[in-house]
């Protein structure tokens, strides 16, 4: 009696253990090294930059056998998960890919990258090719912890020109032109806007133009410094009432909650026609130079900045989206790994054919004296427009999801997808996003 | 030598040595009560991840308990377990007793119907957010305006859609071990009841049914139970949207930990989840009766 009891314990906790195993996910760190088992490790993102970040590290490998560096990739959602979760396991890579802000900071309170200000000031060549706006947003309480690595991200309109044409419309110069094109185009059967709302980052950059162009960059700033009641500014308001207009307008291609960007879908909605118009990061003319060549080298994509508002404080010149991506370096590497990632920062990164490679991939390098290559290139349209666009801004705001703390930026994500679903009002949204200040 | 023998017979009487079971609970301790012990550890603890690990009483719990989110998922997670049963229990059972007839249409049949079980989750997720896309999926693309619905994205339509998902991949399971139990029922006792004058619909429901018992409570063990570790399929699916329609709660759990970086709260998710599972698996393993190696056959 007493055995059997004790077995229908264990089957029953023997099906819990189902449940459990969920608890072991996320673990894991590289594994079977290819180059060798104390190279440095390096972790990229697919996607635009993969095959000039290949090219580059293939390059490096092939002169510095003894400094090598082991480089795997990830699809951006799940990278930003799984970095931190190996990070905080002390398995992180030896390079650590992010994008400034909170995410950074958080990675220095807590010890994990070095600080590379001593290694700027002995490498004064480093620090001198970068733009010095994009190269500040590595820097937490004045010390550089990260350096960048790729190109300027601004978030751009991008728009179908046939479908344009087709219509006879023009691309939007404010925001009630915007709205008077919505019933224009659904009137053709086309949807007015693509959103990859599943990923609920793409959703931030409406809200993120709105408010900088109705409050001006100062809204966000003050957010950013955790100011209590930063979120009751009444731009965010007005931001978010005009959202779910635009949502109840029905503004965004059906089904857009069900969109993600990891997958692409969202850009092909709009250089199949199925969309008008997209806001999305620089980096997907990159996506779509390589899905869509023909659309894009036909010139049928149109790129243009976000509209003003009426009233509106912001200058029409600001810029939000990514600075560019950075690399750290881990403190937790060993003295080999960390010195073979130094030296590749200095000598393997922005060379001559890994700054023409990420041109001729449709992106701005965020190095200094590239004018003149990127007048040469074929996508110079879109280049000196990207270019021009980040070097002009007198206001560059970061990726909001980026710039605060990982929790508060989860809860922002979270609660503007309920706006976009019309099941909360901008004044729950403020309400509950002020009550992360407090924590 | 007599008492050898009898020690023996006592031996066999008692069943198999519990030694036997070592290896198993080894695993078992190492991966399933030691991660319990830390995550109900951690459940007290604020802890982003990264830095330190704070004692914290008893405030990840009070967040995860106030938050409505939680409660949502409770209420997500209790519609897919009942809905998930309903939709699976039923046709599982009548795909199991139809493929256990030795025609050989039926094994070639019984083959098919398990293959979905070969894919991985993942895959399955990806193909289905594919297929059900309302602008590139099968309804526009095969022209069917009936199928070119915002199936993913419907707060009301989702959470159906996601359960008809993992029926079908999971069915082909369930099929197999009806199919298996149904096979072992002694063909003696229907030629009993054909002599009795029992028709197949009699067949069924007097011997078949009662005779898989057993088979019913394995099989909903592992449906119940197994609805509370879906995570993969429907992560990839819907990522617990649009909202927090199809946020289930080992979903909830893991976008708290990993997404939020909020461990200490993720961990007391954790612990309801194990609580619960506990609970449901101890009840059904109750409505097995007590006497549960006691013979089927009795009085056949």
């Not at chain 1, 939000?320 to 750290?328: A, K, L, R, T």
């Not at chain 2, 008893?58 to 009942?82: E, F, H």
């Not at chain 2, 399955?124 to 594919?130: G, H, P, R, T």
């Not at chain 2, 057993?214 to 119940?224: A, G, K, P, R």
Request: proline share 5%.
């Amino acid at each position: 009696m007493k055995f059997r009891r004790l077995q229908t314990a264990a089957t029953a906790l023997t099906a819990s253990a189902l449940v459990l195993s969920l608890a072991a996910c996320g673990s894991g760190g590289p594994s079977g090294g290819s180059v060798s088992a104390d190279s440095a490790t390096m972790w990229g993102l697919t996607g635009g930059n993969q095959a000039s970040l290949q090219n580059s590290v293939d390059a490096w490998n092939s002169v510095h056998s003894d400094q090598s560096i082991k480089l795997e990739f990830f699809a951006n959602d799940a990278h930003k998960t799984k970095v931190r979760t190996a990070v905080g396991a002390g398995q992180g890579p030896t390079f650590i890919y992010g994008w400034g802000g909170g995410v950074l900071k958080s990675y220095v309170d807590a010890g994990q990258v070095e600080d590379l200000t001593g290694f700027l000031e002995q490498n004064p060549q480093v620090r001198d090719r970068y733009l010095p706006s994009v190269l500040k947003n590595g820097e937490i309480d004045g010390k550089t912890y990260a350096v960048p690595n790729n190109n300027a991200q601004p978030v751009v309109l991008y728009y179908n020109k046939e479908v344009f044409d087709k219509v006879g419309a023009q691309p939007p110069k404010t925001w009630d032109e915007l709205m008077a094109l919505v019933p224009k185009f659904k009137a053709a059967g086309i949807a007015p806007f693509s959103l990859a709302g599943q990923s609920k980052w793409p959703n931030l950059m409406w809200l993120e133009y709105l408010v900088e162009r109705i409050g001006g960059p100062e809204v966000f700033a003050d957010i950013a410094v955790n100011k209590p009641g930063a979120w009751s500014d009444p731009a965010v308001v007005e931001a978010l009432t005009k959202i779910q207009e635009l949502v109840e307008a029905g503004g965004f291609v059906n089904g857009f909650s069900s969109i993600a960007a990891d997958s692409s879908a969202d850009q092909a909605l709009m250089y199949t026609g199925k969309a008008a118009m997209i806001l999305q990061g620089g980096w997907i003319y990159q996506g779509m130079k390589k899905d869509a060549p023909g659309f894009v080298s036909s010139g049928k994509l149109g790129f243009t900045t976000f509209p003003t508002v009426s009233g509106g404080k912001g200058d029409p010149a600001n810029v939000v989206g990514n600075p560019s991506n950075f690399w750290s370096v881990s403190s937790k590497g060993t003295e080999a790994q960390k010195a073979a990632a130094l030296n590749y920062i200095k000598d393997g990164m922005f060379t001559e054919k890994n700054t023409q490679d990420l041109i001729d991939s449709g992106a701005v390098p965020v190095v200094k004296g590239v004018e003149s290559k990127l007048e040469a290139s074929p996508d110079k349209d879109f280049l000196t427009f990207a270019y021009g666009m980040a070097k002009n801004a007198p206001d560059f705001t970061m990726s909001w999801d980026q710039a605060l703390s990982p929790a508060q930026g989860d809860a922002m994500l979270s609660n503007l997808d309920q706006i976009f679903l019309k099941k909360i009002t901008p004044q729950q949204f403020v309400e509950t996003m002020n009550a992360t200040v407090e924590k | 030598m007599a008492s050898m023998i009898s020690t023996r017979r006592r031996a066999l009487s008692r069943g198999p040595s519990g030694w036997l079971a070592v290896p198993a609970l080894v695993f078992f301790l190492v991966f399933a009560v030691i991660p319990l012990v830390g995550v109900l550890f951690l459940s007290f603890t604020s802890w982003d991840g990264l830095g330190e690990i704070r004692l914290d009483g008893m405030s990840s719990w009070a967040a995860v308990l106030t938050d409505p989110v939680t409660g949502n998922a409770l209420v997500v997670t209790a519609k897919i377990i009942v809905f998930s049963f309903i939709a699976q229990a039923p046709i599982s059972l009548l795909l199991g007793v139809f493929t256990s007839g030795a025609q050989k249409y039926r094994a070639a049949l019984a083959v098919l119907y398990f293959v979905p079980l070969l894919l991985s989750s993942a895959a399955v997720a990806i193909a289905f957010k594919a297929l059900l896309d309302p602008n590139f999926g099968m309804g526009p693309g095969l022209g069917i305006p009936a199928l070119t619905q915002d199936w993913l994205g419907n707060s009301d339509l989702v959470l159906f859609v996601v359960v008809f998902v993992i029926a079908w991949q999971f069915v082909p399971f369930h099929t197999l071990i009806y199919q298996g139990g149904v096979r072992q029922i002694p063909a003696s006792l229907y030629e009993a009841a054909q002599i009795d004058g029992a028709g197949r619909i009699k067949q069924f429901f007097h011997v078949t049914l009662p005779q898989l018992k057993y088979t019913m409570i394995t099989s909903s063990t592992l449906m119940v139970v197994g609805s509370l570790a879906y995570f993969d399929l429907v992560f990839v699916l819907t990522a617990g949207g649009p909202g927090y329609s199809t946020r289930l709660l080992p979903l909830h759990m893991y976008l708290t930990g990993f997404k939020a970086n909020d461990m200490g709260a993720a961990s007391a998710l954790g612990v309801i989840l194990v609580v619960i599972g506990l609970v449901l698996a101890l009840l059904l393993q109750r409505l097995g009766g007590r006497n549960r190696s006691a013979s089927q056959l009795e009085g056949a």
